[in-house]
């Protein structure tokens, strides 16, 4: 099954933890993002990887450390989890030209 | 810097009914806009986008330039086109990732 998948797909942990969620996709595509939607279900970019090379990184707290071991994975890992993080986080993957991304089907983290 | 508005949170009409959810952009340059769709407990995935002007489930968005807009329209809503709808748009800088909208909820009523 080609996709973008992630895991896990949802999240409880008390503040202060770290935790990590995982991307991973088999499209072969060369690019790969970070989004945050929040409780109003606004969607943000967060990062952007192109083959492993950081390319954006948007106004996002340095608690949250993207990681690309190859460019078919992009794990996200958020150190000292505070409340406000809680929100659905979603991984994408495109060509590097291309236009389309495809998400995956996006983690439920909550932070009590 | 870049920025998506849809001015609807919620947009209800009955089965059968045309159907229009806005979007407004701004942008100095020239984007590419795209509409991007979310079923219930489905992943986000891609609509429409305005370069390969084709009709989707019998959807159309038509990029407006003068008045910045890429309006998504349909003219007999289905009960299954519930959902919620997202416009976006990415710059010609090269930089890929897509600036959304604050999204629209399409609730098609039988």
């Known amino acids: 099954d080609t996709a973008v998948s992630q895991t896990p797909k949802y999240l409880v942990t008390q503040m202060g933890n770290d935790k990590s969620i995982k991307c991973e996709q088999n499209?072969?595509?060369?690019?790969m993002y970070w989004y945050k939607q929040d409780s109003k279900k606004f969607l943000k970019i967060m990062f952007s990887?192109?083959?492993?090379?950081?390319?954006i990184n948007e106004t996002v707290p340095n608690r949250f450390s993207p990681k690309s071991p190859d460019k078919a994975h992009l794990n996200l890992h958020i150190n000292s989890l505070e409340l406000g993080d809680s929100a659905v986080y979603f991984c994408?993957?495109?060509?590097?030209?291309?236009?389309?991304?495809?998400f995956g089907p996006g983690t439920r983290l909550t932070v009590l | 810097a870049q920025r998506v508005t849809q001015p609807e949170k919620l947009l209800s009409v009955f089965k059968g009914a045309p159907v229009e959810l806005k979007c407004n952009y701004s942008?100095?340059?020239?984007?590419?806009l795209f509409w991007y769709v979310q079923y219930s407990r489905q992943r986000l995935q891609l609509l429409l986008r305005?370069?390969s002007r084709e009709s989707i489930k019998g959807f159309t968005a038509d990029l407006n330039k003068g008045e910045t807009s890429f309006h998504l329209k349909k003219p007999f809503a289905q009960e299954e086109d519930s959902a919620m709808y997202y416009c976006?748009?990415?710059?010609?800088?090269?930089?890929?990732?897509?600036?959304f909208g604050s999204g629209t909820r399409l609730q098609v009523q039988p």
């Open positions: 305005h370069i």
């Open positions: 942008y100095s340059g020239s984007p590419e």
């Open positions: 499209l072969g595509h060369d690019t």
């Open positions: 976006a748009l990415t710059t010609d800088t090269g930089r890929r990732a897509l600036t």
């Open positions: 990887y192109n083959n492993k090379e950081l390319i």
């Open positions: 994408a993957s495109s060509h590097a030209g291309g236009n389309e991304q495809f």
